[in-house]
């Protein structure tokens, strides 16, 4: 069975940093391309970051471009986005998101975590 | 960016209706779209998959169609479980994209 289990969630303050994990099991962890995607309260759903199966490759939303970094380490089956320079409109629940692939493209979101909250406030 | 604008925002209906949802996107891509099931304090759920493909397990009442630009989500008789709000996703090119959602509400 595939479990995502997000962590690292909380309250910041704006400008403060913070750094997500996601811990992955059920399936081979680094076959398979990896996504953040978030959703504000009461909002819809916004893809934030990718990253391809061997970490090589990594992809970004243009409102965090240079202010978060998605890694992983597939020894550890473990997804990570390190957040800087926080926003009150970072304030969202944050999924980690497995990806639906073939040998050549990715086109669907398979498996979701239950999310992690955070809140960037003063 | 490729922009998915989904229609409408919001449907009133009731059970046994049946519902189109439609996306558009603001540049071809090709059949590389993907829908969601969201229901309130719970993560989405797949319902389809490369436009047309339906995902195992999610009931046969969902469908998918279209190319390109424009593509739906039709639930031929709406069942209770499926009040709730969907998304499509577009896989074309990065960034991903979604639309801004289409919530199913009891009329």
């Known amino acids: 069975e595939v479990q995502l289990l997000e962590s690292g969630g909380g309250l910041v303050q704006p400008g403060e940093s913070l750094r997500l994990s996601c811990a992955a099991s059920?399936?081979?962890?680094?076959?398979?391309?990896m996504s953040w995607v978030r959703q504000a309260p009461g909002k819809g759903l916004e893809w934030v970051s990718g990253?391809?199966?061997?970490?090589?490759?990594?992809y970004y939303a243009d409102s965090v471009k240079g202010r978060f970094t998605i890694s992983r380490d597939n020894s550890k089956n473990t997804l990570y986005v390190q957040m800087h320079s926080l926003r009150a409109e970072d304030t969202a629940v944050y999924y980690c998101?497995?990806?639906?692939?073939?040998?050549?493209?990715?086109?669907?979101?398979?498996?979701w975590g239950q999310g992690t909250l955070v809140t960037v406030s003063s | 960016d490729i922009q998915m604008t989904q229609s409408p925002s919001t449907l009133s209906t009731s059970v046994g209706d049946r519902v189109t949802i439609t996306c558009r996107a603001s540049?071809?891509?090709?059949?590389?779209l993907a829908w969601y099931q969201q229901k309130p304090g719970k993560a989405p759920k797949l319902l389809i998959y490369?436009?047309?493909s339906l995902e195992s397990g999610v009931p046969s009442r969902f469908s998918g169609s279209g190319s390109e630009t424009e593509f739906t989500l039709t639930i031929t008789s709406l069942q209770p479980d499926d009040f709730a709000t969907y998304y499509c996703?577009?896989?074309?090119?990065?960034?991903?994209?979604f639309g801004g959602g289409t919530k199913v509400e009891i009329k």
């Open positions: 990253i391809n199966g061997n970490g090589g490759s990594t």
């Open positions: 996703q577009q896989y074309n090119d990065y960034p991903l994209t």
């Open positions: 540049q071809t891509i090709r059949s590389w």
């Open positions: 490369k436009a047309s």
């Open positions: 998101a497995k990806e639906m692939c073939s040998s050549t493209n990715c086109y669907a979101i398979d498996y």
């Open positions: 059920g399936f081979t962890f680094r076959t398979y391309a």
